[in-house]
């Protein structure tokens, strides 16, 4: 059966998304290079594609992007060898070329795509907040009623992201993101293992707390579960574990 049998590919033009990834930083808590989370940008790239979505790459700043260590399933920690997705992503030139050459958000028009998906990392909680031509598409692509998306610490955006009225978009709204239990997981290890003393903490502030103040309803499904929900057109994920189910809300909500 050839690919282009009407049986099995839906007639038209595909469905597209633009995937937002955060530029390499390097953190003001523990000294560490950070940047973004290979689940999260592997894991929605699989099951998008996987629909016959078309994903382009941006990050804020453009050009090349750097993991988190412990994301790259062959990082000595081994926190991540049994992400075979991201194994494969890494190991494809075409798509590993993806991340080395990015695409500047300031230059993504949002007329040409279905929906927004903004992955976390580590680096979002330290460069989001000056992040603010990726602040102004969230909301416009918010605004103008197309699917917007945050995952994991990407949900950091919604910390910044104001309406034209001048409140912000999160309030009022039930979201998720990285869950205070999983900010003490992440702490307590750090600390267990000598990497920080236990008077610092990993990150220099907390999603839970913040979209809690700022007036969102926040849910969380237990630590590492995999979780994403839907309010409106804002769709939020938990954590790096939430990437297929983030996406799959996305595909839900675009009506592929």
Known sequence: MSLK??????????K???LVIANPATSTTTGWPVGFWWAELTHPY????EHGFEVEIFSPD???CEADAMSDPNDASGYSRS???????????ALKALVDDT????????????????AGGQSPMFTFKDATALQAKFVECYQRGKVTAALCHGTAILAYAKLSSGEYLVKGKTVTGFANVEEDFADNAVWTYGMLPRDQHVMPW???DELKRLGANFVQAGLWRGFAIRDGNLITGQQNFSGEETARAVIDAVGA
């Open 5 to 14: 049998d009407p049986n099995i590919v839906t007639p038209g033009a595909p």
């Open 103 to 118: 695409r500047r958000v300031a230059d993504l028009e949002i007329d040409r795509f279905d929906a927004l998906v903004v």
């Open 206 to 208: 907390r999603i839970e």
């Open 46 to 49: 699989y099951v998008f594609t």
């Open 62 to 64: 453009g050009g090349r």
């Open 83 to 93: 992400d075979l997705v991201s194994q494969g992503f890494i190991h494809t030139p």
């Open 16 to 18: 597209r998304v633009a």
